[in-house]
């Protein structure tokens, strides 16, 4: 009996990475019928991760978040709700644990999905270095929840801390932001600008609002040149955002930071942006051979120690030919590998080999909300150049536009900048709920 059952590709994780392969495979490959493709996320929604800064902040305008379910229909792939547990390679079978609701009643039971050819593409999370207190008292910004409940807590503090209080004695709300790369530079840019639109709305106080930024290094933003990191150091600082650059955090507390040299920094909120990790279950997965900070080793085609799982993104340990380590985890990264390993998938499916992944860098640039953008742009006819201001402000949202372009097409991708910069000249420009 001929069972004719088609190649079935499931995807694990609906970032940058993954919703881009599963959209460009089931336009290519599920549309026609050629495969079952199967997208499993432990949410319903997908944000653009360098975006998660503005979603914290409460300024992200909320048709910004992209429906799985909703994607899956338009783009003829299946989407599943749940988050992977565990990996069975002899039966080709991915595991996905019960979702429950916020009062522990089950939704959705254990689930299995068996694989033909498997794609992690689940991410990474925020690398604590088992510092003590972390866990317990910061905030992190690795996923659109986490996000959300930071946007919350922070204006539910505003709120607390300044409304009905005597301006005369009340006390500065402070927030302090551990690691200066992009997202904690961006975040303190963005949470500068919050406080000034939220005393449009009524809440003078808040521009007292103090925030600092907490650095073992003794430069922010090592991903850019020396010239913009300063440039970018002096700006923040213009806004009146302390830093602490060369302070290494050893131990937090509900109270605030405890740094190397025995000072104490006080805060209110506190954030964690201080480097990342793929999940620390990654390491037991089946024996699928991971480094140190579990991230799943790969070859130039982008597959795992098994032929028949690859992984992309945050997740993936690549390495970069010609230079000291891997392929950093950018969305650029995360969007190229989406490509390479789409063609692979197809091809794999004709008979023909695979795509070897060639990593090309076109730049770094960080957005310090309305202040300035600044970054550096790398090319083969132009070498590298430094850019700020307008120019790299365009520059940086292209590669917004690039991924939404990735996920909508151009069409619908042009009527949503239309519609957004609508809502935005209408609706309050930040989320106060």
Not at 153 to 166: A, C, R, V
Not at 273 to 279: D, F, M
Request: hydrophobic share 40%.
């Amino acid at each position: 009996m001929q069972t004719n059952e088609k190649h079935k590709i499931v995807i694990v994780g609906g970032g940058a990475a993954g919703l881009e392969l599963a959209t460009t495979l089931g336009h290519k490959l599920g549309k026609k019928g050629l495969a079952d493709i199967t997208l499993i996320d432990a949410t319903t929604t997908h944000i653009w991760k360098p975006l998660l800064h503005e979603v914290a902040a409460g300024t992200l305008d909320e048709s910004e978040q992209v429906e799985y379910m909703a994607q899956a229909h338009r783009s003829h792939f299946q989407f599943r709700l749940g988050k992977m547990e565990a990996l069975d390679r002899s039966q080709k079978t991915v595991h996905v644990s019960p979702t429950f609701n916020d009062q522990g009643e089950e939704l959705i039971p254990r689930r299995s999905f068996r694989y033909d050819t498997l794609v992690m593409a689940i991410g990474s999370v925020s690398n604590t270095f088992n510092i003590n207190g972390v866990d317990k008292h910061c905030l992190f910004l690795d996923t659109t929840r986490q996000a959300f409940k930071f946007q919350k807590q922070l204006f539910e503090s505003y709120l607390k801390n300044y409304i009905g209080k005597d301006k005369a004695t009340v006390r500065p709300l402070s927030i302090a932001i551990v690691g200066a790369g992009a997202t904690g530079v961006e975040l303190a840019a963005q949470l500068h600008e919050v406080t000034n639109v939220l005393a449009i709305y009524g809440l003078q106080e808040t521009s007292d609002v103090k925030l600092t930024i907490i650095e073992a290094a003794t430069q922010l933003l090592p991903a850019l040149p020396g010239k913009l990191a300063i440039a970018t150091q002096q700006q923040l600082i213009k806004l009146g955002v302390n830093l602490k650059l060369g302070r290494r955090v050893v131990e937090i507390n509900e109270a605030g930071i405890a740094t190397h040299d025995g000072e104490f920094i006080e805060a209110d909120i506190k954030v964690w942006a201080a480097g990342i990790k793929a999940p620390d279950w990654l390491k037991e997965l089946d024996g699928l051979a991971t480094n140190h900070i579990n991230q799943l080793l790969v070859d130039d085609t982008l597959k795992t120690s098994d032929d028949d799982i690859y992984a992309i993104g945050d997740c993936a340990a690549c390495q970069w030919p010609g230079h000291p380590g891997n392929v950093p985890p950018r969305a650029q990264a995360a969007h190229q590998q989406a490509t390479a390993v789409g063609k692979t998938l197809i091809n794999r499916l004709k008979g023909q080999p695979a795509v070897k992944f060639v990593y090309y860098d076109y730049g770094s640039l960080v957005s310090l909300g309305k202040y300035t953008t600044v970054g550096n742009l790398m090319g083969n006819l132009m070498g590298t150049v430094s850019i700020g201001g307008f120019i790299a402000k365009v520059v940086y949202l292209s590669l917004y536009k690039m991924h939404q372009v990735a996920i909508h097409g151009y069409f619908r991708t042009a009527l949503l900048t239309l519609s957004n910069a609508f809502r935005r000249s209408v609706y309050i420009k930040i989320k106060m709920h």
